[in-house]
């Protein structure tokens, strides 16, 4: 019994341990990303290469989901509304939750799963195959020229991807209502406008900024110092999506109340 | 010339570098020989600061590499080549990108000079018509080529060759052997060779060390190491042909 109570804490001491080592490097890893993201060179046409690849990378994917989003959460509000005799508020109250946190965090996972796991497996298979010590060899400082370009991209791509994310879901709601109720589009499209205030809007927006940060970080971070070989590399790719996903539930809170609190809902 | 005066190198508790000494003469062939994990690419990488030693005092040209800022050292860098074991070109850059990268990054040559730079490399290494090739489409062989190619496209005063011969056919590991060679007569480049390959090293060296421990165990050429009773030195040469003589 106790030599189990042993091996239990010993397991969560080491758990625990390589938690905070991977919450410290990130910041240190953060803090490394602010000092050099000012100094020059630019590298604009890689910021803009990555951005391109990255977005038309998780365009189509993006979209499906958006569309469907859109469908299943009219499909699921529009009973409930029609229980209290609410059918009236199907498109603003489907507009507000695809606005204020649907388009934004389903987006921001699905960008997770496809780029930081990239990303990671990227930076992570150019480490052990010695090609970042060729760069810096090359007198290139690797991590202006691979971190900084694609955290970076990812920071600015993720809220473009979520505005077109956003228009998708509204269709696809558009199209769920007009199965089960006779709406015009341009009723639909009045009462989404009418519904969703500057206030829903552009806190929505502006916190996928952290998330494509958190993204582009998380994944550079454990590819950047991946080790052991193929079985790091693998290793980076899974970690990423599991630390950023995570990351991004976590700040999605904090900022979700930093938004009510900034920008509280009209009573 | 590049000196190296008591280099320390530990990783945790396994010391891998301890108190390393030796010199090279400017375009001479240096060839470190060692068994596996006794630190000989840890030296290389230690050279130019891939990796930072623990202790100890490296000058290449007179300058104390350990003590240069970032900026001083990617300019002394400017005058290093390095081949990786397995020539770390980059996945995601044709052959023509992986050779004009450090040319566009660190000198301010017109398109027409980059071409001509390419070019004269390519031949160097008899890979004129992959140009457009990516990495992937090339045989360890010839990666090893283009990686040679893209070391020297700046034309670097030292060259680091880290197991250039690895991993290779006889045959080619020959040719790799012969090019490195002929390239170091036409640069007139001091080279340090870390290799297991006694074949690419009677073709190169003009002297050679030999690690064990993490200190140099004997010094000398080719031919003077080969003679040497010593006990580990009869066993570790008599291993390389045994095995140079089973790959044949």
């Known amino acids: ?267 | 010339m590049v000196v190296i005066k008591d280099l320390h190198k530990s990783f945790e508790n396994q010391v891998v570098l301890n108190g390393i000494s030796m010199h090279v003469e400017n375009a001479q062939n240096m060839v470190v020989f060692g068994r596996s994990g006794t630190g000989k690419s840890v030296l290389l990488k230690c050279l130019i600061r891939l990796m930072e030693p623990d202790a100890g005092e490296v000058t290449i040209d007179g300058k104390d590499v350990l003590s240069l800022n970032l900026k001083e050292l990617n300019i002394l860098r400017k005058d290093v080549g390095f081949l990786f074991q397995g020539a770390a070109l980059y996945d995601s850059m044709s052959v023509r990108e992986n050779l004009e990268f450090p040319l566009i990054r660190n000198f301010e040559y017109t398109q027409g000079k980059i071409d001509e730079k390419v070019s004269e490399v390519l031949e160097a290494v008899s890979l004129e018509g992959e140009i457009d090739k990516m990495p992937s489409e090339l045989s360890g062989g010839m990666r090893k080529r283009i990686g040679l190619a893209r070391s020297i496209i700046t034309k670097p005063k030292l060259m680091l060759y880290d197991e250039p011969t690895t991993g290779l056919d006889p045959i080619t590991a020959k040719e790799i052997s012969s090019l490195i060679l002929d390239l170091q007569n036409a640069y007139k480049m001091t080279s340090i060779v870390v290799t297991h390959d006694l074949l690419c090293a009677k073709i190169i060296a003009d002297r050679a060390i030999v690690l064990k421990k993490g200190h140099i165990h004997s010094e000398g050429t080719i031919e003077e190491l080969l003679s040497d009773k010593d006990p580990f030195l009869v066993d570790f040469f008599s291993d390389e042909v045994i095995n140079k003589n089973g790959r044949d």
């Not at chain 1, 091996?7 to 990130?26: M, P």
């Not at chain 1, 473009?160 to 998708?168: G, K, N, S």
């Open chain 1, 1 to 267: 019994m106790a030599s189990r109570l042993y091996k239990f804490l010993d397991v969560t001491e080491k758990r625990l341990q390589s938690f905070f080592e991977l919450l410290a490097g990130l910041t240190l890893f953060s803090f490394r990303f602010v000092k050099e993201v000012f100094v020059p060179p630019y590298e604009v046409e890689e910021i803009r290469k990555h951005m391109i690849e990255l977005g038309m990378k998780t365009l189509p994917i993006v979209g499906v989901t958006g569309f469907i989003i859109g469908l299943v959460i009219t499909m699921q509000l529009q009973p409930v509304l029609q229980r209290f005799g609410a059918e009236a508020f199907l498109p603003g109250s489907v507009g507000i939750s695809i606005v204020r946190e649907l388009g934004p965090v389903i987006t921001a996972l699905i960008f997770a799963g496809r780029v930081s796991s990239g990303i990671g497996a990227e930076l992570g298979s150019m480490r052990v195959t010695e090609q970042i010590d060729a760069m810096e060899v090359s007198g290139v400082n690797p991590f202006k020229f691979l971190v900084v370009t694609r955290v970076f991209a990812t920071t600015f791509i993720l809220p473009i991807l979520t505005v077109y994310v956003i228009f998708i879901a509204l269709i696809g709601a558009y199209i769920a209502v007009v199965l089960v109720q006779n709406m015009t589009w341009e009723y639909y499209t009045g009462r989404v406008i009418f519904s969703v205030e500057f206030g829903d809007a552009i806190p929505g927006v502006a916190k996928t900024f952290v998330f494509g940060y958190i993204v582009g970080i998380v994944g550079a971070y454990l590819g950047y110092n991946a080790k052991n070989g193929t079985e790091g590399v693998g290793k980076a790719s899974t970690t990423s999506v599991v630390v950023s996903s995570l990351l991004i539930l976590v700040f999605d809170m904090i900022l979700v109340k930093l938004t009510l609190w900034l920008w509280p809902i009209a009573k």
